[in-house]
């Protein structure tokens, strides 16, 4: 048995070997690795008070149920007898699902990103008894494979310098404050005024963007929602064409690429390639969330109804494969694949597959639609294909010399046979976990996605999510808890639960006309500036808040750091930003703007430069700068619903929608509140820009054309 067992859990230890701690985990990541022969321990106090008892090395792993090389290392590396040997002998070992603990994860990229270079999942790091890393990586192979080390050859190695070089060891951890401090020292504050920041943000999107693939860098290629909405935001602001087709040709080229599930909507995770044809498998709701979002923005900016689609099946695939709870609530992943050896064999197409369940003519269409044996050949089994959009129904009518009709009649009979086939294949596992900073973000996106489509079920499930999780995982003295489970609220003291759910039941408020999800929204701003704002700092919000916080500040783990960059998702100092705007503009009250730009200038003075990870500060600031637009709808007949539908359906980055007046605490402009009628004979809106309001208009492209035209130029 290893050394270093605690004294009330030995006997039990020597009756269960291995990972038997992790069996009751709310984690599914953790719970998968309870049968492991590794002694592993979750995140808390235990291990390391073992590792000083014992004078021992820390071994952290930190994955996910949705990582596929986290899976890699776990069926191999960590099953293999000799690793497993040296690891129960050396060494105490701690797994951590980063859903569950982000800060844990945060804290950790970030040290083994300044002493490898590298980061990622898995997260492989050695640690003192004080939680601070001394040598770190990703993901390892049991034996040195392609210029890679294994992992029986580090486990040695670490083992070593422990025991004979250990100033090395201290060293490294010097090195590793000095370089963390030198980060700090660079984030001191500054005189930037935030329309620097916008022009370095907008310099850098232009260097970096794919002229031909659309998005930004070569490969691995990741998705940025925020920096879109950025472009979309410049277009609208500047009358900037280039800014608008450099956002259509992102969101257009992402679409139809493998990245995007052709059959079963959604979008996976990051394109390995450049062109996003072939994808990293797993599908999060967190990019699905703010994916789904930027969608909305962009189908509201640009006539492009393919983006229209987009949001369907974005919207489609959450309310089918994360939102199965009746109670509410929507899962946090799902995974790449279902066993080991398998890459994203549910998703990918063998030809002799597609002959197994499609006509010839059928197939022939699919082939040309969707480039089999073009370039969404899986690189490690070139027989299996990712499906892209290759050629347009016009073209593949060309090709085959049928009419376009016939081209569009097979295709949907293929793909009806396609997603059959698809079905009866074992499904890739869905983390039913639920968590608010993935649960805010998207009932905020489905409340918006269903008021474009006019689908009242995704509506729905937007007000189900939000009522659960107020009713069980809140708390007017500690906010959201940041995770749901059968006992209610767990995990306390995170900034991203805080921001991102209260940007949700903003949304969701003014998608309902429901006062009480502005008022709670109000109530989480309102409990996250007490707990997370720093005085001192100019208000910036640190990411953990420590009189909240349940869980151990261990090694760099502070509450002190602040989250000012976006990952690519939207950065909780921006979010809240936006939180305060948007309060502004459903209350009336503008001292949440002022509050807003307080904030934001001290944001904006910690920024050392601006890349396209500021492009939500960015984004922020100029939301800011721009006079509220609310429109009212006033009717209830054909008129006003096309009304409506012509004002939701036109983009402005600070637009408020109301079908009818508003009930408190929502308000609205004197001069709006005196003209309404109650029941005019016809369908009209009403306008206004800040407290400035236009004549009723009852014709839908005009209105249409009046909220464009309230830019701020």
Not at 448 to 472: E, M, P, Q
Request: charged share 25%; glycine share 10%; proline share 6%.
């Amino acid at each position: 048995m290893a050394e270093g067992k605690s004294r009330n859990t030995a006997s039990s230890q020597v009756e269960r070997p291995g990972a038997w701690r992790l069996a009751n985990s709310t984690s599914a990541y953790l719970r998968a690795a309870a049968g492991q022969a590794i002694e592993w321990y979750p995140w808390g106090p235990e291990p390391f008070e073992i590792a000083k008892r014992t004078r021992r090395p820390v071994l952290l792993d930190v994955g996910a149920a949705w990582c596929h090389w986290c899976h890699v290392m776990d069926e191999g590396t960590y099953s293999d007898a000799e690793v497993v040997r040296l690891v129960n002998g050396n060494f105490v070992a701690v797994k951590v699902d980063r859903d569950e603990n982000p800060e844990v994860d945060r804290c950790y990229q970030k040290q083994v990103l300044v002493l490898s270079g590298q980061g990622g999942w898995p997260l492989t790091a050695f640690l003192s008894s004080d939680g601070e890393a001394f040598l770190g990586g990703t993901y390892f192979p049991v034996q040195d494979t392609g210029g890679m080390p294994g992992f029986r050859r580090v486990l040695k190695e670490v083992m070593h310098r422990w025991r004979d070089e250990h100033d090395t060891v201290d060293s490294n951890i010097r090195g590793l404050r000095e370089a963390l401090l030198r980060v700090s020292k660079s984030e001191r504050p500054s005189s930037r005024a935030a329309s620097q920041l916008r022009s370095a943000v907008d310099k850098s999107l232009g260097e970096g963007f794919d002229e031909d693939n659309g998005g930004w860098g070569l490969a691995p290629k990741f998705p940025h929602p925020g920096a879109v909405s950025f472009l979309l935001f410049k277009a609208w602001h500047e009358k900037d064409d280039k800014a608008l087709e450099r956002a259509r040709l992102t969101l257009t080229k992402m679409a139809d690429g493998g990245m995007y599930d052709q059959l079963g909507g959604g979008f996976h995770r990051y394109g390995v390639d450049a062109s996003w044809h072939i994808p990293h498998f797993e599908k999060m709701a967190g990019d699905n969330a703010y994916l789904l979002r930027t969608y909305v923005e962009g189908a509201c900016a640009i006539d492009e109804p393919r983006l229209t689609d987009i949001v369907r099946g974005i919207t489609d695939y959450v309310l089918t494969t994360l939102s199965p709870d009746p109670e509410g609530g929507f899962a946090s992943s799902q995974d790449a694949d279902n066993s080991p050896g398998d890459d994203g064999n549910y998703y990918t197409w063998s030809k002799a597959e597609l002959k197994a369940v499609l006509t010839p003519e059928e197939l022939k269409v699919v082939q040309w639609r969707y480039g089999i044996n073009a370039e969404g050949r899986m690189p490690h089994n070139p027989e299996r294909n990712t499906l892209y959009l290759f050629l347009t129904p016009g073209e593949i009518a060309l090709e085959l010399k049928v009419p376009e009709e016939e081209v569009l009649h097979r295709l949907s009979y293929a793909k009806a046979k396609m997603i059959e086939a698809r079905m009866a294949r074992p499904k890739p596992h869905v983390d039913r976990a639920l968590y608010a900073s993935l649960n805010g973000p998207m009932l905020g996106a489905l409340s918006l996605a269903g008021r474009f489509l006019n689908y009242h079920k995704a509506v729905s499930a937007a007000r189900l999510t939000a009522d659960r999780f107020l009713a069980h995982a809140y708390s007017s003295k500690r906010g959201m808890a940041h995770q749901l489970t059968s006992e209610g609220g767990k995990g306390w003291g995170l900034l991203d639960d805080q921001v991102g759910f209260a940007l949700g039941l903003l949304d969701l408020a003014e998608v309902t006309g429901e006062g009480k999800y502005l008022e709670a929204g109000r109530e989480i701003v309102e409990i996250t500036i007490e707990r997370f704002a720093v005085a001192e700092e100019g208000g910036l919000m640190r990411g953990i808040a420590p009189d909240v916080y349940q869980g151990i500040m261990q090694g760099s783990l502070e509450g002190s750091t602040f989250q000012l960059e976006d990952t690519p998702h939207l950065s909780p100092n921006a979010g809240m930003v936006l939180a305060l705007a948007r309060l502004s503009a459903l209350t009336g009250d503008v001292s949440y703007d002022e509050r807003g730009r307080t904030l934001l200038d001290a944001i904006v003075s910690r920024i050392p430069n601006g890349t396209l990870f500021e492009a939500g500060t960015a984004l922020a600031s100029w939301v800011l700068e721009v006079p509220t637009v609310r429109v009212v709808i006033e009717g209830e007949d054909a008129d006003a619903d096309a009304l409506y539908e012509s004002a939701i359906r036109t983009y402005h980055p600070r637009l408020v929608v109301f079908r009818g007046e508003p009930s408190p605490p929502f308000t609205l402009p004197d001069e709006v509140s005196s003209n309404l009628s109650g029941s005019p004979a016809i369908g009209r809106a009403l306008v206004c820009r800040g407290t400035s309001c236009l004549p009723p208009i009852t014709e839908p492209t005009k209105l249409a054309s009046a909220i464009r035209e309230t830019s701020s130029t």
